[in-house]
């Protein structure tokens, strides 16, 4: 494979809290090539939130690094010597929460254009039509200019992705994002999940739903105490796992 | 005692000097108020980004300040202020209501910062995560996402605190300032009469800050119905 199709790499990446009591990373390397649907799975508390948040440095690592389109940006300083600005690699990684963080101050609109005219530049109106299109791509056109109060968290969940998306990133990361969500909206938001894979989007996925993880993913990840115990295509991992806790693990949930 | 007369001493004494108490004093309590807590915010919300600041040092230094402020009586501060103040600035010598004025910001900044600072950790830590993630810097998130919504948890607070230094301000009547309560005294040395000037100067304060308190509960139920829709 070529240097150029991997997107990110990620090389024994540690993140430990309290001095060296709590591991939550203890030591990922993997490769995230371009147009990956990474599925990450794996029992709470075994760093697969942590590992992906650690993604865009919302948490900052103890060590290791990460390469994003070729930039190692967990240095202080970029290549060309000059600070690092996080920010700028921030805006082409987009990122859904599970509790959704949209900004309750501003309609759907607004928070889907904030970034694109303050970051970026874009000229608003500019910016307005994007949000439209996208926000028309996941059905929810009509309801531009409510506020996230007024939405139901399936449809919060949506507007977060497209927001995510009017930045253009070059991979999107999820975390836990049908985790808050009643049953019965949880297919929406998968279904906007499955159509984004589809359209080519890089993806690295934090969740709980092994159906999704089964049909959408090429590759699954199985993160136990802070560490990568297998990696493959779903295939693979659900039908043939060889990892010992990856078994125990998928006995217990439903597949 | 006779209660009776104390009541018609009362009609007297504010047919008599009601300017002295309505105009004059109130005048001086509301300005000094308003003063206070104005300026106060200002400085108060400058400690309050320095308590949250990345540089160590200024995080001491506002700690110690607001620590120091909250732990002495205020009436201690206004002597100190008092005091101190034209000694280190000559042009505040015979400056009372500066010094006192300068006295109740720097003590009101400290409490402020408080209320901001915890108006402004209110605002769920994933609010900064979410837009930091798009790509904002720190500067934007705080000016864009975090403030807007600090204020709406701040503003009754604030207006509390401005009810707080009302009442504060009588205090500054220890240097005859002007304000409602030197009224008091003042009526107090021409007439003789303790109880009466007492009596009237409480039932404006009272009235003063019920009403206030009555405008910021509406003020906090409007804000209210904003969240529901």
């Known amino acids: ?115 694109p005219v303050k970051v970026k530049g874009m000229p608003l109106a500019d910016a307005e039509k994007k949000a439209m299109d996208l926000l028309t791509r996941v059905g929810l056109a009509d309801r531009a200019d409510a506020f996230p109060i007024q939405l139901s968290g399936g449809q919060k969940q949506r507007v977060a992705i497209v927001r995510a998306l009017a930045m253009e990133p070059d991979v999107m990361l999820f975390d836990e994002p049908t985790s808050a969500l009643d049953p019965e909206m949880v297919g929406e938001v998968l279904d906007v999940m499955r159509g984004l894979a589809r359209s080519g989007m890089t993806m690295v996925v934090v969740t709980h739903e092994m159906g999704f993880a089964r049909e959408v993913g090429n590759r699954v990840v199985f993160m136990d105490d802070g560490k990568i115990l297998e990696e493959g295509t779903p295939d693979s991992v659900f039908n043939h796992p060889q990892n010992e806790r990856l078994q125990d693990f998928l006995s217990k949930v439903l597949v | 005692m006779n209660f009776a007369t104390i009541g018609q001493n009362i009609i007297k004494l504010f047919i008599k000097y009601w300017d002295k108490f309505l105009i004059t004093g109130l005048e001086y309590t509301l300005s000094l108020a308003a003063i206070t807590v104005c300026v106060g915010a200002v400085f108060g919300a400058l400690i309050a980004l320095m308590r949250m600041s990345r540089v160590a040092p200024l995080r001491w230094i506002a700690a110690v300040y607001t620590e120091i402020i909250r732990g002495t009586p205020m009436l201690l501060q206004l002597y100190l202020f008092y005091f101190a103040l034209p000694m280190l600035i000559p042009i505040l010598n015979k400056q009372q209501y500066a010094c006192v004025a300068i006295a109740l910001v720097c003590n009101s900044a400290a409490y402020v910062s408080e209320i901001i600072r915890s108006g402004i950790q209110a605002v769920d830590i994933g609010q900064t995560e979410a837009a930091r993630s798009l790509g904002l810097s720190q500067r934007l998130t705080m000016t864009e996402i975090i403030l807007p919504q600090a204020i709406k948890n701040i503003l009754p607070a604030l207006a509390n605190e401005f009810i707080m230094v009302i009442k504060d301000t009588s205090l500054a ?15 107090k040395g021409a007439t003789y009469l303790t109880i009466e000037p007492l009596v009237i100067v409480g039932i404006i304060y009272f009235v003063l800050t019920f009403i206030l308190s009555k405008l910021v509960g509406v003020m906090e139920r409007r804000m209210r119905r904003g969240d529901i829709r």
């Open chain 2, 173 to 187: 009547s220890t240097f005859f300032i002007g304000d409602l309560m030197t009224q008091c005294l003042l009526v």
């Open chain 1, 1 to 115: 494979m070529e240097i150029s199709d991997k997107l990110i790499q990620v090389r024994d990446l540690k993140k430990y809290y309290n001095g060296e009591n709590i591991k939550a990373l203890n030591g990922i390397s993997i490769d995230i090539n371009k147009g990956d649907v990474m599925v990450v799975i794996g029992p709470s508390g075994s760093g697969k939130s942590t590992f992906l948040r650690s993604l865009n440095l919302l948490e900052i690592p103890t060590s290791g690094s990460i390469i994003f389109e070729g930039v190692d940006i967990t240095q202080k300083r970029g290549p060309d010597g000059k600070k690092l600005d996080i920010d700028l690699h921030r805006q082409k990684m987009g990122m859904v929460f599970q509790h959704f963080n949209l900004f309750p101050h501003k309609t759907i609109l607004q928070n889907m254009t904030l970034a």
